[in-house]
């Protein structure tokens, strides 16, 4: 049978049927047109309030030490203090705020020597760069920056944690530069093989994107703690501590450094066959374990340490009880030990 409008009972019958279908999928369409069209606001409004942020932060933050130009990047380099040696404080991964943070400890060191952070690019008042972040690149620009400052080698270089690979390339590579080495809990390429561990794991290049849409501003903001030093011990200033946090949240975890993570291993496998030279002066600190469980295999950082010792003359391993970044909480133990090192070296020459 026909309506008055000339529908059949099983042409209504579909169209009842299909309505509901119908709309249901017209109305998800709109709630999600809806949803994608205000994360895009949100991210748009996040990026333009970081990016803005960010400009009026730069202003009210002057690097702490000078600019220099190392290929076609800024790099900042900060130096104090003055002595017969010449100490370069190397950087852990991703510590946004290397000069800031390692500040407590070059005031320190500085009492009897001239004492040198360079910020890699990347990192605190330096430029980023899409250079690839290769041993090869990372040294290059170390070696660049230090002598565009005017400060000629040999160098003492002191790297913390990712920057021992940079310390061991550049006494291979430079023997000359180099007349000391002493490392703060320093990865080495040995480590993975003599621990059992497995190659570094990668991080996904999109997490770069993070930095610009300013997430790891947010986040910064949400949990600081996490983006700073440790000033348990009461080292830094407020002053310091608000510096890091504003140099955090701008450059915290940005494309330079995601691309650094994900050539750990590259870069290990570079160095895996260098040694240190067993007539060069080695200091490793290091933890003492009393804060960590002990292995079933009984190896432990000091034991590993002890693998790159072939010259107990002048080569050594000192356990501190202190966590991975070490100078956050031993600084003036660290500059003592640090001082007389320095001393047998120069009785030595």
């Known amino acids: 049978m026909r309506d008055n409008l000339g529908n059949t009972d099983h042409e209504k019958k579909q169209d009842m049927q299909g309505k509901p279908v119908h709309g249901f999928f017209y109305h998800l369409f709109g709630i999600l047109k809806a949803a994608a069209l205000i994360i895009i606001f949100l991210i748009a409004a996040s990026t333009a309030l970081h990016q803005t942020m960010t400009v009026w932060e730069k202003g009210r933050t002057p690097p702490a030490g000078d600019l220099v130009t190392a290929d076609g990047h800024k790099m900042s380099i900060y130096v104090t203090g003055r002595g017969e040696n010449t100490i370069v404080l190397l950087p852990g991964l991703d510590t946004a705020a290397p000069i800031l943070d390692f500040m407590p400890l070059a005031q320190a060191l500085a009492r009897e020597n001239r004492v040198v952070v360079v910020e890699p690019l990347g990192y605190g008042w330096s430029n980023t760069t899409k250079e690839a972040r290769t041993v090869e690149n990372t040294v290059e620009e170390l070696r660049i920056a230090l002598k565009a400052e005017g400060l000629d080698g040999p160098y003492v270089l002191m790297p913390h944690s990712i920057s021992g690979i940079d310390a061991l390339y550049y006494a291979n590579t430079y023997p000359d530069e180099v007349c000391a080495v002493i490392g703060i809990d320093c990865t080495l390429p040995a480590m993975p093989d003599y621990f059992g561990e497995g190659e570094p794991a990668q991080v996904p290049a999109i997490l770069g994107l993070l930095n ?36 955090a949240a701008r450059m915290g975890q940005n494309a330079t450094v995601i691309d650094q993570m994900n050539r750990i291993g590259d870069n290990m496998e570079i160095t895996k066959d260098m040694k240190f030279d067993s007539q060069l002066p080695l200091l490793f600190f290091t933890r003492d374990g009393s804060s960590q469980e002990a292995r079933e295999d009984g190896k432990s950082s000091v034991s590993f340490y002890q693998t790159y010792v072939t010259n107990d003359e002048c080569q050594r391993v000192v356990p501190l009880n202190g966590g991975h970044y070490l100078h956050w909480t031993c600084s003036e133990e660290m500059a003592e030990e640090v001082g007389v090192f320095l001393r047998t070296m120069s009785d030595n020459r």
């Open 212 to 247: 610009p849409v300013g997430i790891i501003r947010w986040s910064c903001m949400l949990n600081p703690d996490a983006y700073i030093s440790d000033n348990s011990s009461g080292l830094y200033t407020p002053g310091n501590l608000a510096m890091q946090k504003r140099i």
